[in-house]
């Protein structure tokens, strides 16, 4: 597995559609510490956070570029107009899930997120013609089923505007995971660097224009965490895996996130989690891990035809 990633990473081989359905819940486990992350922030505003993780995980996909220079580098020849548009789309996605944090609760965030395949689903089959399996369908209903669960223990809905802001998150998800099955021959890092520089850019004059760049040494690491970190790894793995996974079963794989970052908050800060998230998120995980024992272990993945 370590092996085929690797070679799969610098671009000489592929990924079984297991294999990929793996790297992509891996990157829900990273994308997940993000909450407990922006949660350890004291004074920060949200657009300073923003600043920093968006730098943070820009110098991490740079150090990463350097590194692979003695072996297989980093090749920029395939970037077209749409991995520009797909890193357009992950550092909005990525600017309004902090936003929405910040102005509602987490659960609330993460269950609008949990919406995420149904929307990929739809744009999937109309711009790349990819058939819903039935099994992608089943998952769907089984995270659909731990999210009621998870909701019925209590929602905390927050501000209106944090709402439009978590309700925006899993149109753009669904959106960026079929901009990518197009862009599949280009290098994972690419489309994070990029985006990465347009949040960072935009975060960083917002933040300039108001409160500054000035913040402390804890919550520049908490910053760094969510971004070197987080994004740092986490969206590499999730560019990679996408090659091999259908446009609706990536939302799903990586509901890891939804399940994990309520536990990471209930051991630091201390935030308890009821039973009702906890019963809900085992149900989630029930149908993640589903989908990947039903995923080929061998079938290598299909070309994906972009649109023109």
Do not use: K
């Amino acid at each position: 597995m370590i092996r085929a990633v690797g070679r799969a990473f610098v671009g000489d081989g592929e990924l079984t559609e297991r294999q990929g359905a793996i790297l992509v819940a891996g990157s829900g486990v990273a994308f997940s510490v993000t909450a407990i992350a922006f949660r350890g922030v004291e004074r920060a505003s949200d657009f300073q956070f923003l600043t920093y993780r968006g730098l943070s995980t820009a110098l991490v996909m740079v150090l990463l570029i350097i590194v692979r220079r003695s072996g297989r580098p980093v090749s920029f020849a395939g970037v077209s107009w749409r991995t520009w548009a797909a890193a357009l789309v992950l550092a909005v996605t990525s600017m309004l899930y902090i936003l929405a944090l910040s102005r509602t609760s987490a659960a609330t965030t993460l269950f609008l997120l949990a919406a995420a395949p149904v929307f990929a689903a739809i744009i999937g089959w109309v711009l790349l013609r990819e058939r819903v399996e039935q099994s992608t369908l089943i998952a769907i209903g089984i995270t659909a089923v731990g999210v009621t669960i998870m909701v019925g223990a209590g929602l905390d809905a927050g501000s209106a505007l944090g709402l439009f802001f978590a309700a925006l998150i899993p149109v753009l998800v669904g959106l960026y995971s079929v901009i990518q099955r197009s862009v599949s021959q280009v290098d994972p890092v690419i489309p994070t660097l990029i985006a990465a520089v347009f949040l960072t850019l935009g975060s960083g004059v917002i933040a300039s224009s108001n409160s500054g760049l000035g913040v402390s040494g804890r919550d520049l690491t908490m910053a760094v965490i969510s971004g070197g970190f987080a994004m740092g790894l986490g969206l590499p793995l999730f560019n990679l895996g996408h090659r091999s996974v259908a446009a609706a079963r990536i939302p799903l794989l990586i509901m890891t996130e939804v399940v994990l970052a309520p536990l990471w908050v209930w051991i630091w800060p201390g935030e308890t989690p009821d039973a009702g998230t906890l019963i809900g998120g085992a149900v989630i995980m029930s149908a993640v891990a589903w989908l990947m024992l039903r995923t080929r272990r061998s079938e290598l993945p299909r070309q994906v035809v972009a649109p023109t």
